[in-house]
């Protein structure tokens, strides 16, 4: 289901089921968390193979869910590993290149930096038939979107071209080799990265964040001092 591969300091993840769209299964989900948490480049790229990014939960496996309590474990599970990938040591980049649906469309959007192609779409298409997004992404759609852009995107089901999905800030950049900002964005110091993504992450207070702020900075420029020390 995952396939990995390394260049340099990009670790490159790639969801590996095109027949099914990338559709994520229970052993596709541990395996997706286990590649992001075992990463140990400073940034990671996450992408589908084939057509798609990713179809988002199996509906084979969401039609098998016996009762209940099974039903909410799965849920539990997938936001498990969206949350995994947005607090991965990593800069997660998510490349979405072709259909991203459901669970897909979380998984993207717990990642720290989302690239589409021009043929990246985007749906939320559970309310159709009685179901919806449940990995995070009535948590994290409106804080990346704005509320009034969540609900309408979730209540339609419609489907999102990349070029609206850029305009509401779905996702940052329309480009056609999305790999190539992964690439850019680990030319970039790796602690200044790592800093970068606790600080933007950070929900606590503002007088909080800010101390931790002046700290974290405080701490690079020190690094950098020792760095350029003589004799290093």
């Not at 590649?35 to 193979?49: C, D, K, N, R």
């Not at 850019?184 to 992450?201: G, P, T, Y």
Request: hydrophobic share 40%; proline share 3%; charged share 30%.
């Amino acid at each position: 289901m995952i396939d990995e591969s390394a260049a340099g300091d990009v670790r490159t993840v790639t969801l590996v089921r095109p027949e099914r769209r990338n559709a994520l299964t229970p052993e596709g989900l541990d395996e997706l968390e286990d590649a992001i948490t075992g990463a140990e480049e400073s940034v990671v790229y996450l992408h589908g193979a084939g057509s798609a990014f990713c179809a988002g939960a199996d509906l084979d496996v969401v039609d098998a869910l016996e009762d209940s309590d099974a039903a909410a474990e799965f849920a539990a599970r997938g936001q498990q590993v969206a949350r995994a990938i947005e607090t991965a040591e990593s800069i997660v980049v998510a490349g979405i290149d072709g259909p991203a649906r459901g669970g897909g469309v979380e998984l993207a959007l717990a990642c720290d930096v989302r690239i589409a192609t021009p043929d990246a779409t985007f749906g939320e298409p559970g309310v159709s038939f009685g179901l919806f997004g449940a990995w995070g992404g009535t948590v994290r759609l409106p804080e990346v979107v704005g509320l009034g852009d969540a609900m309408e995107f979730s209540v339609t089901g419609r489907e999102l071209d990349a070029e609206e999905a850029r305009r509401i800030g779905l996702v940052s950049r329309l480009v056609e080799r999305p790999d190539a900002v992964a690439r850019e964005i680990a030319e970039n110091d790796q602690a200044a990265l790592a800093v970068l993504k606790e600080r933007l992450r950070d929900t606590s207070s503002r007088a909080e964040q800010e101390r931790r702020e002046a700290s974290a900075f405080a701490e690079l420029v020190m690094d950098r001092k020792r760095t350029d020390e003589p004799g290093d």
